[in-house]
């Protein structure tokens, strides 16, 4: 049986304007990588359609160790405290090759 | 007023997007043709006030800038002061104050369509308070937030109250680069060399601002489900704001420029019209306790449709009449 490893996968449904914050915080915790996927939907922002920069959000995704997990989340939590309408939900997740995710 | 003004190509695609997405019709656009569209649409703007500012005189040009100036910074604060009037709170008054200061390029492309259809000549001049016009609201937003906020909170090393990083966000945004840069570029290519790309941006310029406006008409009428969440006092704002706007508008455009019936009706929609490109990322950013529901609900949803349908022949007919 190929070996997987437990990891943590933060998922931030976000406005596009706040993808480089987002990338900051993944960097500034050395995490090897993150990947973002455009998004739609409505939320406590209302409606966002994608038609237009100011409607449009991603998926920011980001997997960690689990003993990481809690200082990436304080930073997004600040983004959270200045005002910033995130939605962020962890899962347990099993990747391959742990070192991809270790770096 | 004469309603058959309002049959041109731009006008009626914005109707049948917004009728479209009334009868819930399966009609959809491919993800991210606005955004394209609206790149296009903001380097054709911008090209054309270049290539007009190479032979424009400059006394002309400098005072248009002062007056896109002056409504540039006035109106988001006659805005906010009429929000926090109706009891709305600070910070969602400053970031739709910022939406009303600034202008919308489609509003504005409508309005060329209908003067030309109308072959009413216009000045030039307002392309250039087009260009001019995105950052200053932005700007006044962001002191209106952070005046509001003064006390509200703490020191913090918060981005969003370094001013310098905010002033750094208001003239790199996207749409200012795009204008600003295109006309740069129509100011100092020589005709001859301009002419290479021209037929691009202005033979097939119309078509395009007709594909815009149907997704813009789709997308005003996915809004009306927002109008409950923002409430009567805001969608009344909606529809009061750009009439205050206009009025500046017309003021400005015939008393201080002087210019014809087709530029004050151009000026009169720069002072009515509210951003939806360039004004809500920055917004986002800047102010992020604000609902950005109640702003794209109000510019997009209320404004927007608005100024087009009913907006730009009613400021047309009162020109008229001052005019006669």
């Known amino acids: ?103 | 007023m004469d309603v058959s003004s309002l049959l041109i190509p731009a006008v009626l695609f914005f109707a049948l997007g917004f009728i479209a997405q009334v009868i819930r019709s399966d009609l959809k656009f491919p993800p991210d043709l606005a955004k394209a569209l609206s790149i296009y649409l903001l380097i054709g703007i911008g090209l054309k006030g270049g290539i007009e500012l190479s032979h424009a005189d400059l006394g002309h040009a400098l005072n248009a800038v002062a007056a896109a100036l002056v409504l540039g910074f006035g109106l988001p604060i006659a805005a906010y002061a009429i929000l926090v009037a109706g009891r709305l709170d600070k910070l969602n008054a400053s970031a739709i104050a910022a939406h009303y200061g600034s202008v919308s390029a489609g509003t504005f492309l409508t309005a060329i369509a209908y003067l030309q259809a109308q072959q009413i000549t216009f000045e030039s001049y307002p392309v250039i308070m087009l260009a001019l016009m995105e950052s200053p609201a932005i700007i006044v937003g962001l002191l209106l937030a952070r005046f509001s906020r003064n006390g509200a909170r703490g020191e913090d090393d918060a981005r969003e109250n370094h001013m310098g990083e905010l002033l750094r966000d208001a003239f790199t945004n996207g749409s200012v680069m795009l204008l600003f840069g295109a006309m740069a570029i129509g100011l100092l290519v020589k005709p001859a060399s301009l002419a290479t790309i021209t037929p691009f941006y202005e033979v097939l310029f119309m078509g395009v601002l007709s594909l815009f406006l149907l997704e813009m008409g789709m997308e005003a009428g996915k809004r009306i489900g927002e109008f409950g969440r923002a409430g009567a006092f805001l969608i009344a704002f909606g529809v009061a704001m750009p009439l205050i706007g206009a009025a500046a508008g017309i003021a400005i455009g015939h008393a201080w420029l002087g210019f014809g019936e087709g530029g004050v009706l151009l000026v009169a929609v720069l002072g009515a019209s509210a951003s939806y490109i360039a004004v809500p990322p920055a917004m986002r950013l800047a102010i992020p306790e604000a609902n950005p529901s109640f702003y794209l609900t109000l510019s997009l949803g209320v404004t927007f449709p608005f100024n087009v349908l009913v907006g730009i022949p009613f400021y047309h007919y009162v020109i008229k009449n001052l005019l006669a």
């Open chain 1, 1 to 103: 049986m190929i070996p997987t490893h437990p990891m943590k996968l933060i998922n931030i449904v976000a406005n596009v304007a706040l993808e480089e914050r987002l990338s900051e915080i993944a960097e500034a915790h050395l995490t090897s990588g993150y990947t973002v996927l455009d998004a739609r939907g409505a939320g406590s922002a209302g409606l966002q359609t994608g038609a237009l920069e100011g409607g449009s959000n991603i998926l920011f995704m980001l997997i960690v160790p689990a003993d990481r997990l809690d200082q990436v989340l304080a930073d997004v939590e600040k983004l959270m405290k200045r005002g910033h309408h995130l939605a962020v939900f962890i899962t347990d997740t099993q990747v391959l090759r742990r070192e991809k995710f270790s770096a």
